[in-house]
């Protein structure tokens, strides 16, 4: 009984770690896309009036 015990609680945990696992990746893949995004929106020169003045 103790080592079916034993092999159910390790498949839980290995189970739970694959699901960490995946959702890690998930959150690294997303980030990357949204700082994509953001460089792209950030090289743009900005509108309006320019704060340098050359003399």
């Known amino acids: 009984m103790r080592r079916r015990f034993a092999a159910s609680v390790l498949s839980a945990l290995l189970y739970a770690q694959g699901l960490l696992g995946f959702a890690g990746l998930a959150t690294l893949l997303l980030r990357d896309h949204a700082h994509a995004g953001q460089l ?10 320019s704060l340098l003045v050359v003399r």
Request: proline residues 30%; charged residues 20%; negative net charge.
């Open 40 to 49: 792209t929106m950030d090289s743009d020169p900005p509108a309006g009036p």
